[in-house]
């Protein structure tokens, strides 16, 4: 098989990892803390912790893990097939 | 309506066209082919670039108007459910992602049509899915021209057919002389627009409700519903909201829309940068918006339709030119929505149908002359349609979004990772996906949502059964990739 490919099926398995953690999290905070009766609820920043932890922490925590995958984890490839244009 | 909130609109229709003619240029020096260049951009985007044009593309009318308000009426519920959106922002990308495009080239694939006629082998895959695409982006595409020319006239005070006219002038005009590149990088400036529109008016929100935790307090005194997950009423399960990471989410890889761009970036660098870009604008934009809506609600209470939340937030909380400048970003999330559609299905028409069927050996000329006429006509078309839509587009145009990625999804995905798959998969996939949809829907209207969760789900999940099934048990074939 073309060696790209290796890279792309890699790549493509982070990309379905990364979206079920990013879906465990989001989901763990909002219904594990949000599910509370409303005078429970504690805040941070004014906002619900539900909130603050499910979609504004986990919004944080994914642009970073995004960065270092782009950074240090995705590999740079060629798109042209080798000999076919020069 | 005055003229302060006017100027800014006309000033950044004056920058849209200004590319449309930089993109007509570029395209009459381009070498690399006349179809490649106006319906991919030559394969040339860069990262920011890309990033951009598919967050703005994506991010519709619905995201701009509708989704405020009806954050603003169902609490942060709401908001949550649209933060599933960001998962877009890298996933796309990262599925598609490398053996996407470097498939796309080896095919010289232009469409993401091109891309499956190769792969399947077959006149029937392409026709199905063509017919499909060029329906229901059709109808999505008049829903978009509606939305558009509606705020024109809620902004101006301009009568609604002089406002659609406006609207679709000014998109018809960049579209028809740059082509993709003139989409792409409008796109780009549009994106901008609504990152710096939204972060004003989020900042201004927040100030005229005395900070976020006074804003909450009212919020909590009107109906604590408001500040938990389950809705105003209490009627958003979780495995609803959960459904949404399959409608506006992972199934976002197969709109057509989406993957045509995961064929157009330049380099893998372009691409990672993409991912990043486009994560962050992603998510930053629905949070912002959609938190203007829930935070608009202490300050302007009682808002009968929820459309029109955006609008009337800006007009009351900003001077005036400031208003303008940000409520040009629910326009600009129109526009680079409409536009996208508009040479989407113009390449399926020239490329998809005519080129692949009717003349396969059309001169440069005829296909440059083909390609500038259907799109304007299809312009043409659209708009006279918009001026009084017709029952049956709006009927069709609520299965756009959904009816789509529960038809391609299977074909483009597995097509691209299984080597399995094949035309029969694809075709019964197809059917299954797009069919079944639209049974459930009648279904869900009737006696409520099926397991509780959103249309898409059953159907998405029904056609992955058909590609597999189909593929396996007639004419089991290994494709060599």
Same mark, same amino acid.
Request: hydrophobic share 55%.
């Given at each position: 098989? =073309?060696?790209?490919?290796?890279?792309?099926?890699?790549?493509?398995?982070?990309?379905?990892?990364?979206?079920?953690?990013?879906?465990?999290?989001?989901?763990?905070?909002?219904?594990?803390?949000?599910?509370?009766?409303?005078?429970?609820?504690?805040?941070?920043?004014?906002?619900?912790?539900?909130?603050?932890?499910?979609?504004?922490?986990?919004?944080?925590?994914?642009?970073?893990?995004?960065?270092?995958?782009?950074?240090?984890?995705?590999? =740079?490839?060629?798109?042209?097939?080798?000999?076919?244009?020069? | 309506?005055?003229?302060?909130?006017?100027?800014?609109?006309?000033?950044?229709?004056?920058?849209?066209?200004?590319?449309?003619?930089?993109?007509?240029?570029?395209?009459?020096?381009?070498?690399?082919?006349?179809?490649?260049?106006?319906?991919?951009?030559?394969?040339?985007?860069?990262?920011?670039?890309?990033?951009?044009?598919?967050?703005?593309?994506?991010?519709?009318?619905?995201?701009?108007?509708?989704?405020?308000?009806?954050? &603003?009426?169902?609490?942060?519920?709401?908001?949550?459910?649209?933060?599933?959106?960001?998962?877009?922002? !890298?996933?796309?990308?990262?599925?598609?992602?490398?053996?996407?495009?470097?498939?796309?080239?080896?095919?010289?694939?232009?469409?993401?049509? =091109?891309?499956?006629?190769?792969? !399947?082998?077959?006149?029937?895959?392409?026709?199905?899915?063509?017919?499909?695409?060029?329906?229901?982006?059709?109808?999505?595409?008049?829903?978009?021209?509606?939305?558009?020319?509606?705020?024109?006239?809620?902004?101006?005070?301009?009568?609604?057919?002089?406002?659609?006219?406006?609207?679709?002038?000014?998109?018809?005009? !960049?579209?028809?002389?740059?082509?993709?590149?003139?989409?792409?990088?409008?796109?780009?400036?549009?994106?901008?627009?609504?990152?710096?529109?939204?972060?004003?008016?989020?900042?201004?929100?927040?100030?005229?409700?005395?900070?976020?935790?006074?804003?909450?307090?009212?919020?909590?005194?009107?109906?604590?519903?408001?500040?938990?997950? &389950?809705?105003?009423?209490?009627?958003?399960?979780?495995?609803?909201?959960?459904?949404?990471?399959?409608?506006?989410?992972?199934?976002?890889?197969?709109?057509?829309?989406?993957?045509?761009?995961?064929?157009?970036?330049?380099?893998?660098?372009?691409?990672?940068?993409?991912?990043?870009?486009?994560?962050?604008?992603?998510?930053?934009?629905?949070?912002?918006?959609?938190?203007?809506?829930?935070?608009?609600?202490?300050?302007?209470?009682?808002?009968?339709?929820?459309?029109?939340?955006?609008?009337?937030?800006?007009?009351?909380?900003?001077?005036?030119?400031?208003?303008?400048?940000?409520?040009?970003?629910?326009?600009?999330?129109?526009?680079?929505?409409?536009?996208?559609?508009?040479?989407?299905?113009?390449?399926?028409?020239?490329?998809?149908?005519?080129?692949?069927?009717?003349?396969?050996?059309?001169?440069?000329?005829?296909?440059?002359?083909?390609?500038?006429?259907?799109?304007?006509?299809?312009?043409?078309?659209?708009?006279?349609?918009?001026?009084?839509?017709? =029952?049956?587009?709006?009927?069709?145009?609520?299965?756009?979004?959904?009816?789509?990625?529960?038809?391609?999804?299977?074909?483009?995905?597995?097509?691209?990772?299984?080597?399995?798959?094949?035309?029969?998969?694809?075709?019964?996939?197809?059917?299954?996906?797009?069919?079944?949809?639209?049974?459930?829907?009648?279904?869900?209207?009737?006696?409520?949502?099926?397991?509780?969760?959103?249309?898409?789900?059953?159907?998405?999940?029904?056609?992955?059964?058909?590609?597999?099934?189909?593929?396996?048990?007639?004419?089991?074939?290994? &494709?060599?990739?």
């Amino acid at each position: 098989m =073309d060696p790209r490919f290796k890279i792309a099926h890699r790549e493509a398995l982070i990309g379905v990892g990364l979206a079920v953690v990013h879906f465990l999290w989001w989901f763990g905070f909002a219904y594990g803390l949000g599910s509370r009766p409303v005078e429970e609820y504690t805040y941070i920043l004014g906002f619900p912790s539900w909130f603050f932890y499910s979609c504004i922490v986990g919004f944080i925590l994914v642009a970073v893990t995004v960065i270092i995958l782009a950074k240090f984890i995705l590999k =740079d490839v060629s798109f042209e097939d080798e000999g076919d244009e020069v | 309506m005055n003229i302060q909130v006017i100027i800014p609109m006309i000033i950044f229709l004056g920058i849209i066209f200004f590319i449309g003619f930089w993109s007509s240029k570029k395209l009459e020096t381009s070498t690399g082919g006349f179809l490649q260049e106006y319906f991919l951009g030559g394969r040339e985007l860069g990262g920011f670039v890309l990033a951009m044009t598919m967050v703005a593309t994506y991010g519709s009318a619905s995201s701009f108007l509708g989704g405020p308000g009806t954050a &603003y009426t169902m609490g942060f519920g709401w908001v949550l459910l649209a933060m599933t959106q960001v998962v877009t922002g !890298y996933f796309v990308l990262l599925i598609l992602g490398k053996k996407f495009a470097i498939l796309a080239r080896r095919y010289n694939a232009i469409t993401l049509i =091109d891309f499956l006629k190769v792969r !399947y082998n077959s006149t029937a895959v392409v026709l199905l899915a063509a017919i499909s695409m060029i329906i229901f982006l059709f109808s999505a595409m008049t829903a978009q021209w509606v939305g558009g020319g509606r705020l024109i006239e809620s902004l101006t005070g301009m009568k609604y057919t002089t406002a659609l006219f406006i609207f679709a002038v000014s998109v018809l005009v !960049y579209v028809v002389i740059g082509g993709f590149r003139a989409v792409a990088v409008t796109d780009a400036v549009q994106g901008g627009v609504m990152v710096v529109g939204t972060l004003i008016l989020l900042i201004a929100v927040i100030i005229a409700g005395g900070g976020v935790p006074n804003i909450m307090q009212d919020l909590l005194a009107e109906n604590p519903k408001l500040v938990t997950p &389950y809705g105003n009423e209490g009627n958003l399960s979780a495995a609803y909201v959960s459904s949404f990471w399959i409608l506006v989410g992972v199934g976002v890889v197969g709109l057509p829309q989406m993957a045509v761009r995961a064929m157009s970036y330049k380099n893998t660098r372009s691409m990672h940068r993409a991912l990043v870009i486009g994560t962050i604008v992603t998510g930053f934009i629905m949070l912002n918006m959609h938190l203007i809506g829930i935070f608009a609600r202490p300050i302007l209470p009682g808002v009968e339709v929820a459309d029109t939340v955006i609008p009337l937030v800006a007009l009351k909380v900003l001077p005036a030119w400031l208003a303008g400048i940000v409520l040009a970003a629910p326009l600009a999330a129109i526009m680079s929505t409409v536009d996208s559609l508009l040479i989407l299905v113009s390449s399926s028409i020239v490329k998809d149908v005519y080129i692949n069927y009717m003349k396969p050996n059309a001169s440069e000329k005829t296909v440059k002359r083909m390609s500038f006429g259907v799109t304007t006509l299809l312009g043409s078309i659209v708009f006279l349609l918009a001026l009084n839509p017709p =029952d049956l587009l709006i009927f069709l145009n609520l299965f756009a979004f959904g009816g789509l990625e529960a038809a391609f999804i299977w074909p483009v995905v597995l097509g691209l990772y299984w080597s399995y798959g094949n035309k029969y998969g694809a075709i019964a996939s197809m059917f299954t996906g797009i069919i079944s949809y639209i049974a459930l829907h009648f279904y869900n209207q009737s006696y409520g949502n099926l397991f509780g969760v959103h249309t898409v789900v059953v159907p998405v999940i029904l056609s992955l059964f058909a590609y597999v099934a189909f593929s396996l048990l007639i004419k089991k074939t290994k &494709y060599v990739f």
